[in-house]
């Protein structure tokens, strides 16, 4: 007679500490640049609020009462508080580390993100968040009508061909001028790419098999804003913008690596990719050469130029979305509805 099965008594499986690491990695490798940027960035706001305003490190999961005081002191502008008022007091506080700007109230799409970084990071660890409640859900909500205000622009002006135009031509015959006209060129003709887009670019991401049969350059962009690894659809250069990154590829002897990189005094590339933040220099410092003020357009003018000439040259917008890669049509049509607008004959009915 066989003895009876001893069964092991049940236990719930648990991650060991290299399955926690594992997991953690695999949200970095999973989650895009810019997006860890800001969460980190966000984190760090959150953390000094909350030692600022209670006088303790924040806890997983978080109070609601903690996620309600947050919301409470990022709903009302605190120049006009008391001086002895705990919110005014913690966002002073918040004001000398050089976390917050002003006592003013914030842009509810500033309390919006930050919150939802808050909210990654307790799924993150499996946790259930506060901003799931229904009270402070409601807070939060009447926190965003309460505060909201028309969205800044992320380029005072579009970088229109006129414009692009004109700051092409203080591009003359330095390997700095060829590297800025090609950057600028690509930028606007490829769609508007971001500046983050535009310094991840790899000489490996450019294709030239049809440059010299019919005068087309393929892109092959990582991932966007909008897109994941491996899922974001090729894009072209023809004409001009195609002919000016050829130049800057030869010019610059760029076999590998970085597409876009810093250029010395002396006028030598350099193996360093540039960075987002040096093309938003690039732009401040070709406005100023073409005579328009520093601030005129920021990096993003490109992608606003790009459709806005779009409407105004009456290109669907289907096949502009198809470069710029918006995946929000009603975003995109923003732009089409300024151009529409200032032309529509109803605006001349005084004369």
């Known amino acids: 007679m066989k003895p009876p099965v001893q069964y092991l008594p049940a236990t719930t499986p648990a991650l060991t500490l290299v399955d926690q690491e594992a997991l953690s990695d695999l949200y970095v490798r999973g989650t895009p640049v810019n ?30 009462a903690t996620a309600l005081a947050f919301i409470i002191d990022h709903a009302r502008d605190l120049s006009s508080a008391s001086e002895a008022d705990i919110a005014r007091q913690t966002a002073e506080m918040l004001i000398a580390q050089g976390l917050r700007k002003t006592l003013t109230c914030p ?38 009508r309460a505060t909201a205000r028309p969205p800044a622009p992320k380029s005072a002006h579009p970088i229109t061909r006129g414009i692009l135009e004109r700051l092409l031509a203080t591009c003359r015959g330095s390997r700095r001028d060829c590297r800025d006209r090609a950057l600028l060129m690509l930028g606007w003709a490829s769609g508007g790419r971001r500046r ?23 892109l092959s962009l990582l991932e966007t804003k909008t897109t ?48 987002p933040d040096a093309i938003y220099q690039i732009i401040r410092h070709r406005l100023k050469l073409a005579g328009l003020p520093e601030d005129y357009a920021s990096p993003h003018g490109l992608r606003s130029g790009f459709l806005t000439q779009a409407a105004l040259d009456g290109a669907p917008i289907q096949a502009a979305m198809r470069l710029s890669l918006h995946r929000s049509l009603a975003q995109a049509q923003k732009y089409y509805d300024d151009v529409d607008i200032a032309e529509n004959p109803a605006t001349d009915l005084l004369g």
């Open 196 to 218: 983050s887009e535009i310094a991840g670019l790899r000489c490996e991401d450019v294709s030239l098999k049809d440059f010299n049969k019919a005068g087309l350059i393929w």
């Open 228 to 275: 994941q690894k491996g899922e974001t659809p090729r894009l072209v250069l023809k004409g001009r913008a195609a002919q000016a990154l050829v130049h800057w590829i030869e010019f610059g002897e760029i076999r590998d690596g970085p597409l876009f990189r810093p250029v010395s005094k002396a006028d030598r590339v350099l193996k360093r990719r540039l960075s």
């Open 35 to 64: 997006t860890l940027r800001a969460y980190e960035r966000d984190l760090v706001y959150i953390t000094a609020w909350k030692s600022a305003r209670f006088g303790a490190a924040l806890a997983w999961p978080e109070s609601e």
């Open 107 to 144: 842009a509810s799409s500033t309390l919006d993100r930050r919150i939802a970084s808050w909210l990654a990071f307790h799924r993150m660890k499996n946790l259930t968040s506060p901003f799931d409640a229904p009270q402070v859900k409601q807070a939060r909500a009447k926190a965003r």
